[in-house]
């Protein structure tokens, strides 16, 4: 049950975007498309962004979107603002029933 | 709306217990499959254990045979009972919802957390 890897961290100006990687292996993120993304601002809990790779909940902005090739899913932050700013985590339905999640991306909005 | 709110939390020496609780309102309970998701301080999120609408669970490696994840639908909560706690145990704990009808394998709802802080 190893973690996910994302990179650290990903930064960009406002207006630009920015995408943040999410490896896996065969047995999670390139198993199923099962992968869901969450954005954590400090000292609050997690909020729902992505789910099933590309689907958005009512309610989160259009500019979050989210893709998938081999055991490797992304989010892409397009149009990118300050209120974006914040740690993002992807996460991904395994084999053995249990889920994992990635190692977390801090953004920040230059 | 729907609402989770844990509490339960505080500061336990190692190797002894404690019992987290989430009460959930706003959804039917009986139909979601619940987990506990931690997050150490300054840390990532760690996905702990699931328990599914009928009762069935699932661990992670670094819990599993310490900890227990129950549910009573008739109060609508659930509950994490921990034993031989260790200091590396340390961390914010969140209870998340999962539908299960429809099946979805994604977090939809999040409480607000409660901190665990294992220390002699």
């Known amino acids: 049950q190893s973690a996910l890897t994302q990179p650290a961290s990903v930064s960009g100006s406002p207006g630009q975007s920015i995408t943040i990687s999410c490896t896996g292996t065969?047995?999670?993120?390139?198993?199923?498309?099962?992968v869901s993304w969450y954005q954590q601002h400090p000292g609050k809990a997690p909020k729902l962004m992505i789910y099933?790779?590309?689907n958005r909940p009512s309610g989160v902005s259009n500019r979050f979107s989210g893709s998938k090739s081999g055991t490797t899913a992304s989010l892409t932050i397009s149009g990118l603002q300050a209120e974006d700013e914040a740690d993002y985590y992807c996460?991904?339905?395994?084999?053995?029933?249990?889920?994992?999640f990635g190692t977390g991306t801090k953004v920040t909005v230059l | 709306q729907v609402q989770l709110v844990e509490s339960g939390g505080g500061v336990v020496q190692p190797g002894r217990s404690l019992r987290l609780s989430c009460a959930a309102s706003?959804?039917?309970?009986?139909?979601?499959?619940m987990h506990w998701v931690r997050q150490a301080p300054g840390k990532g999120l760690e996905w702990v254990a699931v328990?599914?609408?009928?009762?069935?669970?699932e661990y992670a490696d670094s819990v599993k045979g310490r900890f227990t994840i129950s549910r009573d639908n008739s109060e609508n909560t659930l509950y994490l009972q921990m034993n031989s706690l260790r200091a590396d145990d340390t961390a914010v704990y969140y209870c998340?919802?999962?539908?299960?009808?429809?099946?979805?394998?994604?977090?939809?709802?999040w409480g607000q957390g409660t901190l665990v802080t294992v220390s002699s």
């Open positions: 328990v599914s609408y009928h009762g069935s669970n």
């Open positions: 998340a919802r999962q539908s299960s009808f429809p099946i979805k394998y994604y977090f939809d709802f």
């Open positions: 996460s991904s339905y395994t084999r053995i029933s249990t889920y994992v």
């Open positions: 706003g959804f039917t309970f009986s139909n979601s499959a």
């Open positions: 099933d790779v590309t």
């Open positions: 065969s047995s999670d993120v390139g198993g199923y498309n099962y």
